[in-house]
């Protein structure tokens, strides 16, 4: 189990190196990265703001949540903040256990939950201006599911 | 006296990412209203309370949360991490 919270880029194949190594007994692998899309090339950059005190207690706390659920034999959650442009890689989820259905199912889980009860905060910047991106109600509707 | 903080609109809307408060508020609702009273901005940020969450120290919480012995709230609106 482990969270990084980082303004630094990051690299998601040497990531899934290290994390491989580290789980070598696992059986399945699933990783998931977060790409800044370019709205149609609207978006210069985002800027990602953080609560630094709470952030990396409540990601723990969806980890925790999560080797609860499923059989993990390791996690890792890194999550930028800062500024960031398209095709910047936001932040990265890998999961690893004996079973591929545990590790996809802890995955998404870890995921949804990041979406909507880590405390970031996107605002996005483009040529008309900054604007903050609102939640969704299918993000938190699908927290529902788990 | 209890830390307030702020992010994202809010932050911008109140102006100041944090301030030490002196309150007589026994819980985040009383203290959401005595904000309010005391100048536009607050009134402004805090107009739709659906539209806010809030968190006890460093805790999600419900606007009815006590503040006894707390020592930090936040104000934001909901995350948008991921």
């Given amino acids: ?146 | 006296m209890v830390d307030v903080v702020y992010f994202a609109w809010v932050r911008e809307r109140i102006g100041v990412p944090k301030e030490t408060l002196e309150t007589n508020a026994q819980t985040v609702a009383e203290l959401v209203e005595d904000l309010k009273a005391r100048e536009e901005r607050y009134a402004l940020a805090f107009a739709d309370i659906s539209a806010l969450r809030v968190a006890v120290d460093q805790e999600l919480s419900a606007f009815d949360a006590p503040l006894a012995g707390v020592r930090e709230v936040a104000f934001f609106p909901p995350m948008t991490g991921g």
């Fill in chain 1, 1 to 146: 189990m482990s969270v990084r919270v980082q303004s630094e880029p990051f690299d998601p194949g040497k990531e899934l190196s290290q994390f491989s190594r580290l789980v070598s007994g696992a059986g399945a692998i699933v990783t998931f990265t977060g790409v800044v899309r370019d709205e149609d090339g609207t978006l210069d950059h985002m800027m990602i703001e953080h609560y630094p005190a709470m952030t990396g207690p409540a990601i723990e706390a969806i980890e925790k949540d999560a080797i609860g659920r499923w059989n993990l034999s390791a996690s890792l959650v890194i999550h930028r903040y800062g500024a960031l442009s398209p095709g910047d890689q936001i932040m990265m989820v890998a999961t690893a256990s004996r079973h591929r259905a545990h590790a996809f199912a802890a995955a998404e889980f870890l995921m949804d939950y990041l979406k909507s009860r880590a405390p970031f905060w996107k605002k996005e910047f483009t040529a008309d201006g900054a604007s903050w991106v609102t939640a969704r109600d299918e993000d938190e509707d699908a927290l529902k599911r788990w």
